[in-house]
């Protein structure tokens, strides 16, 4: 039984991992602290609302008395560390904020930490600070490469991949000057239920029910890696069972994938489910699909992200080594249950799709 602070909590993965978390019965705790920016939503956790183990405090991560506060009143003993800006083309246009939430939160989290939990011996058995990061630190593959791994440089391109590389060096070296007991995941491209419509496959989908055009970002052959995300949350949590602290793992599905190959794949999918189901004819008209036609032939090559990473690739070995777990879903399992969850969720996501 933990009793863990989510930053985060109210946003995609976050999101994912509270409910994963509290569907188990150990009694936990579990705190949420979340400013609910744009990408943050109380509706992403109204199925633990009610959980005697659920609390959530509305605030933000870079206000550090409200931090200090929230670990003494709930004794918290584990950090899991989510809150972050995410959407790199966001970090194009606006990177300050990037700084502040991404470096500058990371910084008042460690500093509250280290506060809560040192005693004159070091630090309270047993307390963690999980730092949950991105392979985007890593930089970009050609397509010959080998994997990165957790001894590859960073080499991040984007403001967002450098303000989570920052971070990251932050947490590392918490732990290496004062002895904190941290532990860092970076994962690839995360996917599943509960993400924010402006990310690929999301978006993707909504369009193509809307009829709406799928933008591609240059020729699609860039290369990510796709992690479902209940794979990923299964994943945090045996690392913090596992004796680890101090290092760093990476976490991904074994699943390389072109963004165009994956769109035709979400495509393929619509197009099955329309070709067979009367009722998504009927609910989606606008989508080609509920009219015979196919959904890729919306899709739409538009200008190049600037400085956009042609792939990433990561090698799980360590993590699948150290704890046991590698992804359980494939990529057309996850993205079929992906799309049926979206479907059926349009109360969810209809507020934020503008289209
Ligand atoms: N989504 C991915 O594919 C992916 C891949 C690799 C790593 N990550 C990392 O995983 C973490 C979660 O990503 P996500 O996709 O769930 O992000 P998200 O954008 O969906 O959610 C971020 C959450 O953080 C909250 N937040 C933002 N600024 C805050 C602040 N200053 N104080 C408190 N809360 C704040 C938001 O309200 C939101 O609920 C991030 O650290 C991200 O860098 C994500």
């Keep these: 039984m933990r009793r863990l602070l989510v930053t985060g909590g109210a946003g995609f993965i976050g999101g994912n991992y509270v409910q994963h978390r509290l569907r188990q019965p150990a009694g936990d705790l579990v705190v949420v602290l979340d400013a609910l ?33 929230v670990m003494a009143e709930f004794a918290i003993d584990t950090v ?19 700084i502040r939430t991404n470096v500058v939160g990371t910084q008042v989290l460690l500093d509250a930490a280290m506060d809560a939990w040192r ?32 001894d590859s440089p960073y080499q991040p391109s984007s403001p967002y991949a450098a303000s989570k590389a920052a971070s990251d060096h932050l947490v590392r070296a918490w ?27 999301p978006l993707m989908l909504l369009n193509a029910l809307h009829g709406r055009p799928l933008p591609i970002y240059g020729d699609g052959q860039q290369v990510r890696d796709w992690l479902f995300v209940s794979d990923h949350c299964t994943a945090i949590d045996r690392l913090l069972d596992a004796p680890i602290v101090g290092s760093t793992f990476n976490v991904g599905g074994r699943a390389e994938c072109t963004n165009l190959r994956l769109v ?21 008209p606008e989508c080609p699909a509920a009219h015979g036609a196919r959904c890729i ?34 990529l057309p399992e996850g993205l079929a249950a992906t799309v049926s969850w979206y479907l059926e969720r349009a109360d969810w996501w209809g507020p934020l799709y503008g289209g």
């Design 37 to 69: 920016t744009y990408a943050g939503r109380r509706e992403t956790l109204a199925s633990v609302q009610s959980h005697s183990g659920f609390r959530f405090v509305h605030g933000d991560i870079t206000d550090a008395d409200l931090v200090q506060r």
């Design 297 to 330: 032939d919306l899709v739409s090559h538009v200008t190049d992200r600037r400085g956009h990473d042609r792939r990433y690739a990561i090698d799980p070995s360590r993590l699948e080594a150290v704890t046991g777990v590698g992804p359980r879903w494939t």
């Design 175 to 201: 732990h290496h000057t004062y002895g904190l007991p941290i532990s860092i995941s970076n994962c690839s491209n995360n996917y599943g239920p509960y993400q924010f419509p402006e990310k690929l496959v």
């Design 80 to 98: 899991v560390h989510f809150a972050a800006e995410s959407h790199v083309d966001r970090s194009i246009t606006e990177p300050g904020v990037f």
């Design 264 to 284: 035709a794949a979400l495509c393929e999918r619509l197009d099955a489910r329309f070709a067979s189901e009367a009722a998504l004819r009927a609910r989606f």
């Design 119 to 150: 005693v004159p011996s070091g630090f309270r058995d047993g307390v963690r600070f999980h730092h949950v990061s991105t392979d985007e630190v890593y930089g970009s593959l050609t397509p010959s490469d080998a994997p990165f791994t957790e």
